[in-house]
């Protein structure tokens, strides 16, 4: 096999982990990729995410390998700020149309950081959840590739041309518009990901009700180095370090209420952040209230140490709700083992919210066929795949899996076609 | 003769911290051949210039005096078998962590151009690769996995070899009846269309089956595998290019389990028992053939237990849930009960769950099973601890199915290779001693013998090497199909535990990486992490002293010996990190854009103030991959450090050669730190073990250190993570500071 001349590029729509092995592996297999990312950078949640288990890393040391193949790598079109609005059928395969938000900041910016010193203007940092602000034109995140700029149009006050002014290489144009394109490609990969349950879903938990009460999402940002706190696991309440943390497990997940599912990975996650917890603060008490533990694999590593750890409990339990009263978070479980019902204490609960497709509310223009919880579902066309946590809850480890698998049909439907 | 041009970026704040009319004559003193300015050298009319006079022939070769590799690398990349290119991160390394137009920054900016010009100077240009390269790919294995890789590669439009040792294709699945639901409304079993598949396969041209077959031997490298069968047939030769293994996993040998009645009672069986007696669409009691009343499940049989599999095999509690709804449907009055510790259900699994929860006759509860009694006529008694139906219940079953674990069908290679050497130490040792410890160790190892699967002609061992429990495997989470043998990856259960789907998925995805294997092969590329990297590894072998140090510390088992133990180089198994180069004593390995030579050419350009000056210099070799963005990220947050530091970028840590110590230190240099990523069990270097390997080699260097009466701490390894910024000012600054405190390097001047 080798990559007829002229031969149609593939598509691969949303550039996390899963898109970003997609594109990659058919790219270094010599085929031509159009990949197509709609926030200014690629990487998508892992960005967000301060280690992965079971080994304890930070994300970034892959996606640094990540990155070098992609800029290196002539075959990828990586289309940031981007996004597939149409989709039909054609000879080629599909035939697509992809808007480009406007490029206020283009590819003449050196990320040298000049327009960020003057902007006026702040937003709550979406990188960070809004824990935090942020300019309205600065890099997304220390690692953020394309290594440009991003500017928050809506954010600039009238007539500002503060950031335009500093920047000596004319990188920034605040009159862009939109522009559409029309690309033939030969098969399309679908990796658009996943986002957090919502926490103000959980009110009865005091999901977005309590400072206090975060998503492992947030508990992501306040470990990384890179997070609101520079790494320091805080109350976001009052900045104190907190003393007796509870990790709520299928926090509106296995629920019939909210999402009927298991994601998958929000066990590990919390163990993960327990861990995260004790080496910071050693003396803080941690306690994981589970219906199961699911650590499958070798993950089980990590269940083990930290069910060994000084400090840490783990208690079959379910949580049905949350108060706050003389200053603290009171839990109400369900403790399955002694079959009673207990009220425990704690001044930082931290919320294993599940994952939801983004399939679920924004349905691809590719007609994926999905299930009730929005899941895309596999097909027999090769020429259309779904993958990564667009296609079901799972961790790195399975997305990065089923998007080299996804890579290889759409390799396939290709030849056939060709 | 090579023309340097040395392009100097003034822009980034560039030109305002530095004097650049001092950089450009630091250039010209190095008698380059073009040296010009730009005030934004990434800009198309800044890389035009560079490009202008590489085309008309002023230059060949450029530095560009600008930012870090690491940016840019779209705009400031030229054809790497015409132009030799090196970058110098004036902006990062000097601009962003010092205070501007001071003498000690302008010093390091001076460096940084001097060592840039001089690795430039040393660079030569690949030369193109070209070899026949085989388009086929062999599938070694014939279950869900190797079948739904032989469909892929075939699909691409690959000739695929498929051997399996069975008679018959299908693996484990074959015989199952249905499978896991994997679409909505997942309450319902699915019907197995393993057969389906393996018909497919055998009504493929492009695939050749080969049953009740094994592999006798695989010699060469990517591209160019010469495999040898034994076949019902006879013997058979052909030529793959890559190799897919999907040998499978086996369950684990219940045998061990006799406090769960295996092998007491016939009315104990396993899992993989029960699935081939519902194969057959009858449940009955092995011990008389009646069909049993009460069928009782016990979860993680063996498995998540540190005296037999630690681990957790992912399908086991799928597999029960699977054999208890089929029971229902064949006998809808059985009881079933199941007893588990953690119901491991993800995804769309939970509604199977409660599927099979909701049916009439089922309890599913939490529970260790502590002991299961009974001989072959009455009842089962399975005493229960810890369970929610209360401590010490004892349950009876008439049938006790045991849900064990996986076990990987692969060999420890590298545990293969050792066994061999031992047995062949325990022969001829030197002496007695060596010999007595040698016995023992092939004592230790002799459960290897006989183990081989692919049978490779590999210095380091005829199998992958294996992780922790025994799967094939190196950065699982990352890069999943990266294991340690370049062109040959494992798929399905012999990777990790997994279910029949994912074995499936797996199979996809070790053929695509088998297809850009060859893809590479054909280029001469390199494959994962430095994918498409053309430069080869050169071994001046007149001068090798047969030490054996590259071919037992290469980590991709790139060299093997000939007889004299003269490395051999198959340089399409290369990955290019260059571990082979640092542990080389005479240090006659070398890349066109990376040597040894390079190194120390950087480490000679620095000057070395005199001791009066109270100037110390460190050097700092670091891993590109993820010490130095940490130090790439403080620099983007401004943060400041020691001026003293000259940064060395290494491909691996690993590739650290002991010269450029000796160097360092014979030059006057007062410290080295060499910054490398975590090793150990959880290690995060992408050439398995590179700074594990330095950290070895410079245990050898600190004994002769303090033989010249020179300080052992005067050099340093540093474990760096790729989000720890945070720690590079103190790090730094605290060695400088101990530096200081040791005075100056006694050599200085000589």
Redesign the interface.
Known sequence: ??ASPGAHPLLVVGAGISGVTAA???A???RKVVLVEREPYVGGRITRT?H?F?????????M???T??L????NVRVCVNAEVVNARRSDAGWSVTIRHRPAYVNE?C????ACSEVCPASVPDPFNMGLTQVKAIR?AH??AWP?RFTLDRHACPDGCRACVDAC??DAIDLTAEAREEQVEVGAVVVTTGWSPYPLDKLPELLGGKDPDVIANVHMERLA???GPT??KILRPSDGAPPRRVAFVQCAGS?DVNHL?????VCCLASLKQAVYVKEQLPDAEVTIYYI??????????VL?QVAAMEGVRLV?GKVGKITRADGLLKLRVED??RGVLVEAEADLVVLATGMVSNLKEEPSPFGILL???G?G??SHD?GLSVAGVAR???D???S???A??????A??AT??RA | MQRIGVFLCT???IGEALDVAALEKVAREEKVAHCATH??L???EGVGSVRAAIDDGTVDSVLLAA?SP?????EF?FDPLKVAVERVSLREQAVWCQPPNHEDTQLLADDLLRMGIAKLAKMVLPVPFTAEIS?TVLVVGGGVAGLEAAR?AA????PVVLVESAATLGGRMAGVAQLLP?????DVLHPNRTAELVAKVQGDPRITVHTRTRITSITGQPGQFAVTLATEAGEKSFTAGAIVQATGARPYDASKLPHLGYGSSPNVITSAQLDDMLAKGALQRPSDGSVPQRVLFVQCAGS?DPHHL?????ECCGTTLRQVATIHQLNPAVETAVIYR??????????FYLAVQSQPNTVLT?GEVAQVSGNGHGPLQVQLRES?LGNDVTLEADLVVLAVGMVPNAADGEAVRALHDALLRAEKGDSETQRKDAAALAQQLAHHQGTEILHLDYRQGPDLPVL??G?PDS???????ETRRTGIYAAGTVR???DPP?AA?????A???A??CI??A?RGAA???R??DLGMPDFFLQRCTQCKRCTEECPFGTLNEDVKGTPQLNPLRCRRCGICMGACPERIISFPDYGVDRISAMIKAMSVPEEFEEKPRIVALMCE??AL?ALE?AA??RQRWSPWIRVIPLRCLGSMNIVWIADALSRGIDGLMLVG??SGD?Y?C?YVRGSQLAQTRLGNVQETLTRLALEPERIKVVEL??????RIPEIFNAFAAEIEGLGANPMKGF
């Open positions: 096999m080798s990659l592996e058919a270094e297999a010599g301060h992965y079971p080994k304890m890393c930070p994300p970034s040391c892959g640094e390998i990540n070098r193949r800029e290196r790598n002539a003449r050196t990320a040298c950081g890099l220390g690692n290594r000596t290489y990384s180095p890179s520079g790494g296995r009927p599912y298991c994601s998958a199961d533990r699911r650590a499958p694999g070798r993950n089980e590593d083990t079959k399955v083992e299930d009730e919880d899941f579902l596999p090769l079901r809850p799972e790195v480890a399975a990065v899996r089923d080299t698998g996804a890579a290889a049909r390799i396939v030849e056939r | 822009g980034c704040g005030p934004c990434c800009s198309p930012c690491r940016a840019k690398a779209q990349s388009d892929a699909g691409a439009g690959h994997e679409c909505p409304p997942y998540r630690p681990y957790c095999s992912a953690d119901m491991r259900t993800p995804g769309q699994l939970e509604r939490r929610l922790k429990y799967f950065h699982f989470i990352c890069f999943p199909y990790a535990p997994m994912q998925e797996d199979g996809w995805g053929a695509m990486k297809i850009q893809e590479a054909k494959v994962h992490p994918a498409g991959n993820d963005p990220q983007a947050r990523c975590k959880d995060q992408h993570s790729h989000d720890e910024f945070q």
